[in-house]
């Protein structure tokens, strides 16, 4: 079946630094890969999208690339602020099985500190 | 423009009982999915109902049961309450066309504790 695995967490980092998350997934059709992120109290919240070989998703300065060879979606930030600090899940859509469900890693928490 | 609400915020039930989660999707939405998320774990979907009938189904058993109104409102159901069914109960509102961009939106969720 279809599963996605993402880097395990807490990621902390200081104000300004790089951001990568990894993402890889397992899919029996043609996915759509997605980035969900989810502040304390609130609702998971869609960061970007792929739908895709080769797309780039962007949004808010975060970046993934939809990588076929390699079945990754990993997560990328040029300069994380406190304000990116949540958890951030990493998901696909299977389009092969004509499935809308999203299937889900476990999430990573990322930390920044002022 | 109300997003997607859920009711209530938090709950908690005894083992053995039943519980009702509510969901009003976002204004001019008629799709509604519903997810199950473990503590520190991944959202997994539950099922999701158009036009008032369930369309999908993930890999939960019959004690998870809903309904979709005509309003396009939605309930979740759960029988026999398990210890392994405390978790945070998320539900997802989309269009059709929306569905076909894979883009929905999801509530804040119910927080479910079973003691």
């Known amino acids: 079946g279809d599963s996605v695995t993402q880097m395990e967490g807490p990621v902390t980092l200081s104000e300004e630094a790089f951001l990568t998350i990894n993402c890889t997934y397992t899919?029996?059709?043609?996915?759509?890969l997605f980035w969900y992120v989810q502040y304390p109290g609130e609702g998971l919240q869609l960061l970007l999208k792929?739908?895709?070989?080769?797309d780039k998703g962007s949004n808010k300065g975060f970046e993934a690339t939809y990588r076929k060879e390699t079945t990754s979606f990993h997560l990328e930030k040029g300069s994380v602020q406190v304000s990116d600090s949540a958890v951030y899940f990493c998901?696909?859509?299977?389009?092969?099985?004509?499935?809308?469900?999203?299937?889900f890693g476990s999430g990573t928490r990322l930390q920044v500190q002022p | 423009d109300a997003g997607v609400t859920q009711s209530p915020t938090h709950l908690i039930k005894t083992r053995g009982q039943q519980v009702t989660l509510r969901c009003s999707p976002k204004?001019?939405?008629?799709?509604v999915s519903w997810y199950q998320q473990a503590l520190g774990q991944g959202p997994q979907f539950i099922f999701q109902?158009?036009?008032?009938?369930?369309?999908q189904r993930g890999n939960f058993p019959d004690r998870f049961s809903g309904h979709q109104f005509p309003n396009y409102s939605s309930e979740l159901n759960v029988n026999a309450l398990l210890l392994g069914d405390s978790a945070l109960y998320l539900c997802?509102?989309?269009?059709?066309?929306?569905?076909?961009?894979?883009?929905?939106?999801f509530g804040p969720g119910t927080r479910l504790t079973v003691t």
């Open positions: 899919a029996t059709g043609y996915p759509s």
């Open positions: 204004s001019g939405h008629d799709t």
């Open positions: 792929a739908t895709k070989a080769d």
């Open positions: 998901a696909l859509s299977d389009r092969g099985t004509g499935r809308r469900a999203l299937t």
């Open positions: 109902y158009y036009e008032e009938e369930e369309r």
């Open positions: 997802a509102s989309t269009t059709q066309e929306l569905a076909a961009h894979y883009e929905q939106y």
